[in-house]
């Protein structure tokens, strides 16, 4: 049986049976949503340059989080190219699908704040998005579908570390929609046989994250000279990645995983919030009194921490210690001003939401 764009049906048995090599080396295109966001963005330029030969089509919302200019260092690649689209818009996603071997899916709504204050708006982009997409890549034939998790789907863990097999714990609406793309992901290699892979990583940070996850935040909030906001205690503790070690492991996966299969990718690296906040005040030479502890978040985990055995078997391990990477990152925001100033400015509605949000956290 031939499908009418050429392409033969998944055999779920051949698919079932994959093995870690079974990827070609030939050039691959690859379809990447949410590719002008943080990650999405680093991934693009990684891949451009580990792997030249391949294309890239960069499928965005272009929501507050996406930032072309994220990408000015490629504009010029003749394997790159941009299209402005949502993940929910079947029709779209069926005509870029149909050029693209791989696909790799980065799209989601990601601050867990937000999805306390909307949580339609996680539902929407996380779970319904994905069907969509994996619905699409099922019709097309797509060869390879990576769904780009994270590890708060775990939940919150006291002691030791989260493995790919332990049961979710989803304790968050940003995380329950994770989960549930992770879970919808994860049938389609079961019920159609799609050679469908997830990787789930820690706290990433790094070079173009937008100013609203903790970092990034503290340090354009103390160049300003402006309050940093501690939820609690401070005590909450988080394994922190740079986002170049994570788009090293995404690559690891794409061509060494085996379908059907989670992988964990973490740093190694957890800290409290206040010795993350200790450091950045530290670097940049602030004084300790823009500390300023608020009123916990409603289901503020704990604790995580990831197993990345299973991952490190692919070859692949973190390469940056973290004060190397800390440093690295602190020192981009300091020269980089005008890149989060400009976007700062530029986006109303994140500011509407930080004074709403934090307005009754004394």
Known sequence: MVFGNGKRPFDKLRASKLQPSIVSIMNKTILVTGGAGFIGSNFIHYMLKEHPGYRIINLDKLTYAGNLDNLKGVRGNKNYSFVKGDICDQKALARLMSKADWVVNFA???????????PYAFTRTNVIGTHVM???????????FLQIGTDEVYGSIAKGSS???DNLDPRSPYSASKAAADLLALSYFTTFGMKVMV????????????????????????????P??????????????????????????LHKG???EIYNIGGGNERMNIEITDLILKTLKKPDSLKKYVQDRPGHDRRYSLDIAKAKKLGWKPRHTFSQAIGETVKW??????????ILARQQEHQKFQQRWYKDRK
């Not at 173009?208 to 300003?224: D, G, H, M, R, S």
């Not at 939820?231 to 990645?241: A, E, P, Q, S």
């Not at 300091?334 to 100033?341: F, I, R, V, Y």
């Open 108 to 118: 989601a709504e990601s601050h867990v704040d937000r999805s306390i204050d909307d």
């Open 228 to 253: 940093l906001p501690i939820y609690g205690d401070g005590k909450n503790v988080r394994d922190w990645l740079y986002v170049l070690d994570n788009c090293r492991g995404i690559d690891a996966v």
């Open 163 to 165: 493995k790919e097999g």
């Open 134 to 144: 994996l619905e699409e890549a099922r019709k097309n034939q797509i060869e390879l």
């Open 333 to 342: 925001y300091q020269q980089n001003e005008g890149w989060w100033k400009k």
């Open 199 to 226: 990787t789930r990583s820690s706290n990433n940070f790094g070079p173009y994250q937008f100013p609203e996850k903790l970092i990034p935040f503290f340090v354009t909030n103390a160049i300003k000279d402006k």
């Open 258 to 260: 085996k379908a059907g």
